[in-house]
């Protein structure tokens, strides 16, 4: 799910979709509108999922989509090689999860954790 939002509301730290890709914005730069022209933003973000580095340039009043990004609960059913399955604590739906290496030890049956869900995608939030 996505909602419609102008560049000159965004802030640091909302998400944005650049690229069909919801990303996180770490920087925003606004410029000064010339003698014919608007005032133009350049916004630097980072891909929840991907962790690629996207940015965009476009005047202030552009604009752009918005993702819906919900931070859920869920309880660790089974850890697998390279995923995790998880049970929602709201609606009790199973769903796997890619994890790595490094989140494996941390991960147990039984333990409740948080994880990200956008646009059809799922990302664990382990701090």
Known sequence: MK???EIRT???GRYIIIDDEPCIIKSIAH?????HGAAKARIDAIGIFDNQKRSIVAPVT?????????RKTGQVLSVGETSVQ??????????DVPITEDMK???????EVAYLSSMGKVKMDIR
Not at 31 to 35: A, C, D, L, N, V
Not at 62 to 70: G, M, R
Not at 86 to 95: A, E, G
């Open 62 to 70: 552009t604009k752009v989509y918005a993702p819906i990004v919900e």
């Open 86 to 95: 998880l049970m929602d604590l709201k609606d009790y739906t199973t769903i």
């Open 105 to 111: 030890p941390k991960l147990e049956p039984g333990k």
């Open 3 to 5: 909602e419609q939002v």
């Open 10 to 12: 965004l802030k640091e």
């Open 31 to 35: 410029s000064k509108p010339g003698k």
